[in-house]
């Protein structure tokens, strides 16, 4: 059973605010997707390990320096920036 | 009652590769904010990582220098956390199969503080509060580095200490890091807890973040000892909570906030695929690593005879040992050559950035040509030291300020002339002698040094005074 | 029908001025979008841009490549250099990309011209497009049904003709899905066959990138351009087998075609007369159809659904309104502008599988739910190389159902979750599978079949969709929409 204080503890990890009003109506239709997803409880597993889909390893660049993209690139999309830094004041 | 201290590390070294682990910008320290980034390490959507191979080089490396054991297989996982200093909003690490497993450090009073794990992952960029305004620069951001994980062994402050210095000259060895705490590239969380002496049971841990400075972690592992035992004796518990150190206060506290609720839901990185190690690569790295510091410490100490402190001074860094080894080459006396370099080099190299380097006016070459001067009985040691602060002056070779005629010494023919010399044309001196006032004889020693222009050895000089005194 | 072959040969015979083609595009999105809302940005200059160049090309007598001057489309969860790309989410709205997605780079260096970026479900996240931030794309069958998600856009712009082609992103089903309900042609290449440097993540494992097209030739030529090992994806190995296009029309008598009957449970009785039909035109070609059981598909839902949302969990996080994107009006202190930006800047069905990714992942659920589907994966790979021993390809329908009305898409998330039941093994198991048009409803609403190959065997099912078109070309229908060629 997934609770009340589960929700609020796992959208504080994912960073998202749940409104009170909303949280029983959340809490009830993540225990449905949950109670969907524990089918796989009983699920038989033929021991076969995944390790990724192609099987691939080492895949590795060379220690060789390609050039950084120009300040102004960077901080293109940023919401707010200063002195070229990235800007999060404290409120608005 | 007494307490025990017990502490393990959790040790970040920056690697010196030229690019970050992922993409191809600099590692560079410094830089204008936001010059050394790229779409994949300011991690814009739709950006993947591409592992540096050199940083799988230079983390197996570390792991050969502390004797840990290289994975066949390791793999990169995801810790997720959210913070501002961290683009993608996870850090691409290693948890369920790291690169290197176990590994020890040897502490000089034979204790081993041994070592969990090390494995590789990304640094964080940095942040910079002012006027509660974040600024956020992403320079540093996916430089890899290395987190060295050690069992809770360590068991005073003296013990960290030295295993944070100990840690740290092994992996400038090894050419690895540069390892300066001041400039970020190592920094030391420390899990510290105390325990009843003689009690066997870990008492609850804090761990003390980020710390820059062995000095300060000498502090804040003092302070925190001190404040778990006044805790418990004062009947309290101790809280496991992450600390932050405040050098200004020398107090540590809490960090904790509800916004950090921790749970860092590591899982593999499918955006990477797996490492395996081919043992012929270790084999390749193993043959390629210098001889270690501690390797080193036990050859000068044990087949040199050289004392262990010297010992110390000499494998501190990679290239005062590898002078000192040079500079020993066919001489009879490696403790000779060691009083040398301690006792008259070290003067001229001021700074410990200076002994690392070790570029010293005198190269190993011309101390070996000087000791074997030495050795041979050519010169005598008066002579060695201050023809040594003449080629430290100049940087010029012994035979700039060796004569012939200061070489060579006397012979025993010529001794014994001088010697008969000095007892025939003293009679007095040769009287009182006999007469018991030993003292007498060092004028006719100085007799004859003053004859030899110095050159005799002064003690042969008296023993065959004595006798020629003797058999009259 | 307006095939890259039939546009090919206009552009170099000079019938039509890439220019013009390009124009006429842009006027029928014009009047079609608005039904369709198929396109969330449309790029008229740059298309007309590129269409200019082609047509210097063409009138200096230089060849041109087969996908030259070609009018098309792109999901808009491929990053294009300073063209917005939301992912059709609010929170990404005003992004424009400083670089390109390695698909875009490949097809803009052969001239490939851009009509726009076509609507998905909100970060690929849905069945029915409806998801999507600017509302849901429609069906050019019945602009009252939807044209199926997550790259609806898409699939309503090539099924309504609005663009020659487009290109989707499949990580359930999300390009078979909805070429089956707007009668178009989708393939899901085999994981790693195509780079997703620049596809924005959803379920990292499970995305790939592929086209969607009127003809199967099409479908071919596309992914025969877009295939290849990129330097930047690590899990990228290409096309291993080489170029499918020469192998198209290659005899398939003898080829072994196999129905595992889990496929057909619970699914629609029209959809599965249509796929029996099918399979009985395969036959009559003179492949062989053998019946297998793969019951372990029974756990391929909740398996994918886990391993999905909880890399989207992951690869979700960094949308904090910091370096791109949306961010809050109001908020106090750096947490709260974090999470106020995120619950306003992501949809309900986004945040939902946010959160079931970060419950599977937490600690003390990591094994019971994480730990057991990435298990169940590697028995679901077993399980089908296991049934590939017995055949060649596998033919499965695509969707239980057909279309679906607009609005239908009901609130019960699990319920909407059944509608990939058939298309999500594939991406689970890394396989390439391509979605045909195999007939249509009651209603006309078309039905697609869906054939699954072995890893980087995409030859061989394009090929056998090849041979069903010649077959069954009436189950190629156009719509009244768009460009008429």
């Not at chain 1, 589960?6 to 109506?25: M, T, W, Y």
């Not at chain 2, 003092?222 to 004062?234: A, C, F, G, K």
């Not at chain 2, 001074?313 to 005062?320: C, D, F, H, V």
């Not at chain 2, 040094?449 to 023993?463: F, H, I, L, V, W």
Request: glycine share 8%.
């Amino acid at each position: 059973m997934i609770t009340r204080e589960d929700v609020e503890n796992i959208a504080l990890l994912s960073k998202l605010f749940v409104p009170e009003e909303e949280l029983d109506g959340l809490t009830r239709s993540m225990q449905e997707i949950i109670d969907f997803a524990d089918a796989i409880n009983n699920a038989p597993t033929s021991g076969e390990e995944f390790d990724n889909i192609n099987n691939l390893s080492n895949v590795f660049r060379e220690d060789e320096v390609i050039p950084s993209y120009p300040v102004t690139e960077i901080l293109k999309n940023a919401p707010e920036q200063a002195e070229d830094h990235f800007l999060v004041r404290n409120r608005e | 009652m007494t307490y025990e201290l017990v502490s393990g590390f959790e040790t970040h070294i920056e690697l010196s590769t030229k690019t970050k682990i992922f993409c191809g910008c600099t590692t560079q320290f410094g830089g204008e904010p936001n010059t050394h980034c790229c779409p994949v390490c300011i991690g814009l959507p739709g950006t993947l990582p591409v592992l540096n191979k050199e940083v799988v080089r230079f983390a197996i490396k570390a792991g050969l220098a502390v004797h840990g054991r290289i994975a066949d297989v390791a793999k990169m996982d995801r810790k997720n956390y959210c913070y501002p200093d961290l683009a993608k909003a996870y850090q691409i690490s290693q948890l369920y199969a790291p690169l290197i497993i176990g590994g020890y450090i040897e502490l000089s009073n034979g204790r081993r503080i041994r070592l969990h794990h090390i494995h590789i992952e990304e640094d964080a960029g940095k942040l910079i509060h002012r006027h509660g305004d974040t600024y956020v620069d992403y320079n540093r951001g996916g430089v890899p580095l290395i987190e060295i994980v050690s069992e809770p062994d360590i068991r005073s402050v003296d013990e960290a200490k030295e295993y944070v210095e100990k840690l740290q000259q092994v992996m400038r060895w090894v050419g690895i890091s540069d390892c300066k705490m001041q400039e970020g590239s190592m920094r030391c969380d420390v899990n510290i807890s105390v325990r009843p002496k003689g009690t066997e049971a870990f008492g609850t841990r804090t761990e003390i973040k980020n710390m820059n400075s062995i000095t300060n972690i000498a502090r804040a592992m003092e302070y925190e000892y001190e404040r778990q035992v006044d805790l418990i004796e004062s009947g309290g518990k101790v809280i496991q909570e992450t600390l932050r150190f405040d050098d200004a206060t020398g107090t540590t506290s809490s960090m904790r906030s509800k916004e950090d609720a921790h749970d860092y839901r590591y899982f593999r990185d499918p955006d990477l695929v797996t490492i395996h190690v081919p043992r012929e690569e270790v084999e390749a790295l193993r043959a390629e690593m210098p001889e270690l510091p501690s390797e080193k410490f036990e050859r000068y100490t044990e087949d040199y005879g050289i004392p262990e402190k010297d010992a110390a001074l000499l494998t501190k860094y990679r290239s005062i040992s590898e002078y000192f080894d040079s500079a020993i080459e066919g001489v009879k006396s490696p403790k000779t050559v060691s009083n040398f370099i301690i006792g008259q080099i070290f003067r001229r190299v001021e700074t410990e950035a200076d002994k690392e380097i070790f570029d010293v006016a005198v190269k190993p070459a011309q101390l070996n040509e000087l000791v074997k001067l030495l050795d041979s009985g050519k010169i005598r040691n008066n002579l060695a030291k201050s023809t040594l602060e003449k080629m430290l002056d100049s940087g010029k070779g012994a035979l700039e300020f060796i004569s012939e005629s200061d070489m060579g010494g006397v012979d025993e023919a010529a001794l014994l002339e001088l010697c008969k010399a000095a007892v025939e044309g003293n009679p007095k001196a040769v009287e009182d002698y006999k007469n018991g006032k030993e003292k007498a004889i060092k004028a006719l020693v100085g007799n004859v040094m003053k004859n030899s222009r110095g050159k005799a050895d002064a003690r042969a000089a008296e023993e065959k005074i004595a006798e020629l005194i003797r058999n009259a | 029908m307006g095939s890259i072959a039939d546009i090919h040969e206009k552009l170099v015979t000079k019938q039509v001025s890439c220019t013009e083609l390009t124009k006429s595009y842009l006027e029928e999105i014009e009047k079609a979008n608005t039904a369709l809302n198929a396109y969330v940005c449309v790029t008229g200059e740059e298309a007309l841009d590129t269409a200019a160049a082609v047509d210097k090309k063409i009138a200096a007598g230089e060849e041109i490549g087969m996908l030259e001057g070609v009018p098309m489309a792109l999901k808009d969860n491929m990053s294009t250099k300073g063209i917005e790309t939301t992912c059709c989410s609010k929170i990404l709205t005003g992004y424009k990309p400083i670089f390109d997605a390695a698909v875009w780079e490949k097809l803009k260096a052969q001239n490939a011209v851009l009509l726009g970026k076509t609507n998905m479900d909100e970060f690929a996240m849905g069945s029915s497009c409806e998801t999507s931030y600017f509302g849901g794309a429609m069906n050019p069958f019945d602009v009252n049904h939807v044209a199926g998600g997550s790259s609806g856009g898409a699939a309503s712009a090539v099924g309504g003709n609005i663009a020659a082609y487009g290109l989707g992103s499949d990580t359930g089903g999300s390009i078979r899905q909805p070429a089956a309900f707007c009668g178009v042609v989708g393939l899901k290449p085999t994981y790693g066959a195509v780079s997703r440097y620049g596809l924005i993540a959803y379920g990292s494992s499970l995305d790939q990138i592929g086209p969607i097209t009127k003809s199967v030739e099409d479908a071919s030529i596309v992914y025969d351009a877009i295939a290849g090992a990129d330097r930047r994806d690590s899990t990228s190995v290409g096309a291993k087998n080489g170029p499918t296009y020469p192998q198209l029309n290659n005899d398939i008598a003898g080829l072994k075609i196999g129905i595992a009957r889990e496929y057909l449970d619970g699914v629609r009785d029209d959809v599965k007369e249509a796929v029996l039909a099918a399979a009985k035109v395969y036959e009559s070609l003179g492949a062989q159809i053998v019946y297998f059981d793969l019951p372990i598909l029974k756990f391929a839902l909740p398996v994918y659904y886990i391993i999905a949302c909880a890399e989207a969990s992951s690869n979700l996080g960094r949308y904090d309104g910091i370096r791109y994107g949306y961010k809050t009006a109001h908020y106090n202190g750096t947490h709260d502008m974090i999470c106020r930006t995120r619950s306003e800047g992501f949809g309900g069905e986004v945040q939902r599988r946010i959160l079931l990714g970060t419950y599977v992942l937490s600690a003390g659920y990591y094994d019971a739910y994480y730990k057991k589907a990435t298990d169940l994966r590697g028995t679901i790979i077993k399980a089908f190389n296991n049934a590939f021993e017995n055949c060649d390809v596998i033919l499965a329908p695509t969707v239980p159902m057909t279309a679906f009305e607009k609005g239908h898409a009901t609130s019960d998330p699990v319920e909407t979750y059944l509608t990939d039941i058939c298309t999500v093994p594939v991406n689970i198991a890394g396989l390439p599978g391509v979605s045909v048009p195999c007939g249509f409803n009651a209603k006309g609403m078309p039905i697609g079949m869906q054939l699954i190959g072995k890893s980087f065997d995409e030859s061989t099912i394009l090929n056998a969709a090849y041979r069903y078109q010649l077959a069954a070309p009436e189950n190629f229908k156009d719509t009244k929409w768009g460009v008429k060629l």
